[in-house]
T-cell receptor
Framework: AQKITQTQPGMFVQEKEAVTLDCTYD???????LFWYKQPSSGEMIFLIY??????QNATEGRYSLNFQKARKSANLVISASQLGDSAMYFC?????????????FGPGTSLSVIP | DGGITQSPKYLFRKEGQNVTLSCEQN?????MYWYRQDPGQGLRLIYY???????QKGDIAEGYSVSREKKESFPLTVTSAQKNPTAFYLC????????????FGQGTRLTVV
């Protein structure tokens, strides 16, 4: 069964510092996608970054990077130079796909608070 | 503008009544999903659909029903059999394949009194 674990319910970071949000996953598929989403208090889901299981390089998108360790089944999100607007819930998600199967499941999330 | 529209944003119902949440997308996506989110928690998959006239149960399908008669629409009915229906409901859509992200609607906050 698919499972996503995010072990940090809440995190604090000083403005302009970097922070790492942990994510581990469990799957028996060889091909899968890993995603990070941000959810501000408004409730919308904002896509941040993607990592494919066969991608050899870690993904980067602006201030976001993904520390992907396939053997450990971990996909940690790194946010550099934190800003006050980064305060939100962050969710790790995994997608497995086949012509008869297409699930996207989410972890429990990490609440990030950026301190001025 | 392309996107996913969920309506209404807030919905109130009396206990024992069925209620249908609307989800419409104009992104031409094949796959659509419904999630439930409880306060301070993650998203749990209720149902998903890969193509028209086909859908599959997610992890918490009991007390919910869906239909997919059109590619653009994937309504969710919360039935009276759902024991704790008060929650935030999110609809998403995506193209097929592991490399594409899901796009989300703004959500519907359902309160059952």
């Amino acid at each position: 069964a698919q499972k996503i674990t995010q072990t940090q319910p809440g995190m604090f970071v000083q403005e302009k510092e970097a922070v790492t949000l942990d994510c581990t996953y469990d799957t028996s598929d060889q091909s899968y996608g890993l995603f990070w989403y941000k959810q501000p208090s408004s409730g919308e889901m904002i896509f941040l970054i993607y990592q494919g299981s066969y991608d050899e390089q870690n993904a980067t998108e602006g201030r976001y990077s993904l520390n992907f360790q396939k053997a450990r089944k971990s996909a940690n999100l790194v946010i550099s130079a934190s800003q006050l607007g980064d305060s939100a819930m962050y969710f790790c998600a995994m997608r497995e796909y086949s012509p008869s199967y297409d699930k996207v499941i989410f972890g429990p999330g990490t609440s990030l608070s950026v301190i001025p | 503008d392309g996107g996913i529209t969920q309506s209404p944003k807030y919905l109130f119902r009396k206990e024992g009544q069925n209620v249908t949440l609307s989800c419409e997308q104009n992104l031409n996506h094949d796959a659509m999903y419904w999630y439930r989110q409880d306060p301070g928690q993650g998203l749990r998959l209720i149902y998903y659909s890969q193509i028209v006239n086909d859908f599959q149960k997610g992890d918490i399908a009991e007390g919910y029903s869906v239909s997919r008669e059109k590619k653009e629409s994937f309504p969710l009915t919360v039935t009276s059999a759902q024991k704790n229906p008060t929650a935030f409901y999110l609809c998403a859509s995506s193209n097929p394949g592991v490399r594409t992200e899901a796009f989300f609607g703004q959500g519907t906050r359902l309160t059952v009194v």
